[in-house]
């Protein structure tokens, strides 16, 4: 078991930015929560990663696609190699060929070995054995990942999963069934190496396994993404983390959604904790910072009233098997006033990541209705989109968006579609599409 020492382990703190004034009746209250963890060892040796309780299954798609060009498996076997060399002394480690079976490639018999000088130069060697040939069913390889990551007393559990083709050798409805009997057990990055892969797909296992998603066009920069993977897996400190919301009675919870550093929708994830209380998961933390908009729907009151609305609370399991440990809290509040200024003004934060959930939105739209022929559709969307990168300051998405449309006026969302498009810029694009910027405090 790990040494959950002060030093080792994550600080959290909570801060809640929100326009707490309502007008007479009004009942919508929206905030962002700000949960900050340090000391979490990111920078440092510290960690379960350093305690030997952390563990990493690696994934590689060996389907016949990745000999296609033959950079790809080359290029897969460097990456695991460079993302080996990456673990921390004392963390529990295998890797995993994946085709329409999943294979033990190292250190096999259904365990994990354990990360030293001689384990990594063994499984350094087992790559040798990574060769392309038969289908893609990923549901199979995250159902072994899960046993055997479940093979040992871990605190941190995480998978990195690498594809280049589409899910062809299971069924959508098998690999849903292997994502929901993996959530929670395990957190996963996935990358898409090449073009030939499904975006809805690898962004859609990431979103379930709370990890990252994104592309990776070219195969050479395979060992460098890996390797920066690594090195973020190695600097979680506490695991299982939860966004706990209680309400008072008479409060409705509208939507729970992380905003930053990227999108994604929590609602339909909350487990039950107690009268009036829900978890939501966040998965592991290191040293980081991310933002949460939670929304919630008031009773309404007379003027001069103020409540409650809400109180948000950062929730993990205690490493001695105690009840979770409470880690951080904020408060939520509802104030009624006639004041029209006070009333109508719209926070800075809530107002950032209201416009930046549009932009992930209008993103994909624009590209669905590109690919379904709707041309009009696409250029009123991804004019849109152009429009909210500008005015947010998300040069990062306003570069990538300008790759698939030519922009007239960036200010009104003027743009025109460009006849051709790479098909690596539309799919970068579409994954990438999530990624927020911070408001600027």
Same mark, same amino acid.
């Given at each position: 078991?790990a040494?959950?020492?002060?030093?080792?382990?994550p600080?959290f703190?909570?801060?809640v930015?929100?326009?707490e004034?309502?007008?007479?009746?009004?009942?919508?209250?929206?905030?962002?929560v700000?949960?900050?963890?340090?000391g979490?060892?990111t920078?440092?040796?510290?960690?379960?990663?350093?305690?030997?309780?952390?563990?990493?299954?690696?994934?590689?798609?060996?389907s016949?696609?990745?000999?296609?060009?033959?950079t790809?498996?080359?290029?897969?076997?460097?990456?695991?190699?460079?993302?080996?060399?990456?673990?921390?002394d004392?963390?529990?480690?295998a +890797?995993?060929a994946?085709?329409?079976?999943?294979?033990?490639?190292?250190?096999?018999?259904g365990?994990l070995?354990v990360?030293?000088?001689?384990?990594r130069?063994?499984?350094?060697?087992?790559?040798?054995?990574l060769s392309?040939?038969?289908?893609?069913? +990923?549901?199979?390889w995250l159902r072994l990942?899960? #046993?055997l990551?479940?093979?040992?007393?871990?605190?941190i559990?995480?998978g990195?999963l690498?594809?280049?083709?589409?899910? @062809?050798?299971e069924? $959508?409805?098998?690999?849903?069934?292997?994502l929901?009997?993996?959530?929670g #057990?395990?957190?996963?990055?996935?990358?898409g190496?090449?073009?030939?892969?499904?975006?809805?797909?690898?962004?859609?296992?990431?979103?379930?396994?709370?990890?990252?998603?994104?592309?990776?066009a070219?195969?050479?920069?395979?060992?460098?993404?890996?390797?920066?993977?690594?090195?973020?897996?190695?600097?979680?400190g506490?695991?299982?983390?939860?966004?706990?919301?209680?309400?008072?009675?008479?409060?409705? +919870?509208?939507?729970?959604?992380?905003?930053?550093?990227?999108?994604g929708?929590?609602?339909?994830?909350r487990? @039950?904790?107690?009268?009036?209380?829900?978890?939501? $998961?966040?998965?592991?933390w290191?040293?980081?910072?991310?933002?949460?908009?939670v929304?919630?729907?008031?009773p309404q009151?007379?003027?001069?009233?103020?409540?409650?609305?809400?109180?948000v609370?950062?929730?993990?399991?205690?490493?001695?098997?105690?009840?979770?440990?409470t880690?951080s809290?904020?408060?939520?509040?509802?104030?009624?006033?006639?004041?029209?200024?006070m009333?109508?003004?719209?926070?800075p934060?809530?107002?950032?990541?209201?416009?930046?959930?549009e932009?992930?939105?209008? +993103?994909?739209?624009?590209?669905?209705?590109?690919?379904?022929?709707?041309?009009?559709?696409?250029?009123?969307k991804?004019g849109?989109?152009?429009?909210?990168?500008?005015?947010s300051?998300?040069?990062?998405?306003?570069?990538?968006?300008?790759?698939?449309?030519?922009v007239?006026?960036?200010?009104?969302?003027?743009?025109?579609l460009?006849?051709?498009?790479?098909?690596a810029?539309?799919?970068?694009?579409?994954?990438?599409?999530?990624?927020?910027?911070?408001?600027k405090?």
């Amino acid at each position: 078991m790990a040494n959950f020492s002060k030093s080792t382990v994550p600080q959290f703190s909570v801060d809640v930015y929100q326009n707490e004034f309502l007008p007479e009746g009004g009942r919508d209250v929206s905030a962002i929560v700000t949960v900050t963890s340090t000391g979490g060892g990111t920078s440092g040796l510290s960690g379960p990663a350093a305690d030997g309780a952390a563990g990493v299954v690696i994934m590689v798609d060996c389907s016949g696609s990745m000999d296609y060009p033959a950079t790809k498996m080359r290029g897969a076997r460097e990456a695991t190699a460079a993302a080996v060399d990456t673990l921390r002394d004392g963390t529990s480690f295998a +890797i995993v060929a994946g085709t329409h079976t999943a294979r033990e490639i190292y250190p096999g018999q259904g365990r994990l070995a354990v990360a030293d000088a001689r384990t990594r130069a063994e499984a350094r060697e087992s790559l040798r054995r990574l060769s392309a040939g038969g289908g893609t069913a +990923i549901g199979t390889w995250l159902r072994l990942a899960d #046993r055997l990551l479940s093979s040992a007393d871990l605190t941190i559990r995480h998978g990195i999963l690498l594809t280049d083709g589409r899910n @062809e050798h299971e069924s $959508p409805e098998e690999l849903r069934a292997a994502l929901d009997a993996c959530a929670g #057990r395990f957190t996963c990055d996935a990358r898409g190496v090449g073009t030939d892969w499904e975006v809805k797909e690898v962004t859609g296992i990431a979103s379930a396994l709370l990890g990252t998603a994104d592309i990776v066009a070219d195969p050479a920069a395979l060992a460098g993404d890996f390797t920066s993977m690594m090195e973020h897996a190695m600097g979680k400190g506490v695991a299982d983390v939860a966004l706990r919301l209680w309400t008072p009675v008479g409060v409705e +919870i509208a939507f729970v959604k992380q905003v930053a550093p990227t999108v994604g929708d929590l609602s339909g994830r909350r487990t @039950e904790a107690g009268p009036r209380a829900g978890d939501y $998961p966040t998965g592991s933390w290191g040293d980081e910072s991310r933002d949460y908009h939670v929304s919630v729907r008031v009773p309404q009151a007379a003027v001069g009233r103020e409540m409650l609305a809400a109180r948000v609370s950062l929730i993990a399991p205690d490493p001695l098997g105690g009840d979770p440990r409470t880690l951080s809290q904020g408060l939520v509040r509802a104030v009624w006033t006639d004041d029209l200024a006070m009333s109508t003004s719209i926070n800075p934060q809530v107002a950032h990541y209201t416009g930046q959930a549009e932009l992930a939105d209008v +993103i994909q739209q624009g590209l669905d209705a590109r690919k379904s022929g709707d041309h009009d559709g696409a250029t009123a969307k991804l004019g849109r989109a152009v429009q909210l990168a500008a005015a947010s300051g998300n040069a990062d998405t306003a570069k990538l968006l300008s790759k698939v449309v030519d922009v007239v006026d960036a200010a009104t969302g003027t743009v025109r579609l460009k006849a051709k498009v790479a098909e690596a810029d539309e799919m970068t694009l579409e994954t990438r599409s999530t990624k927020t910027v911070r408001v600027k405090r």
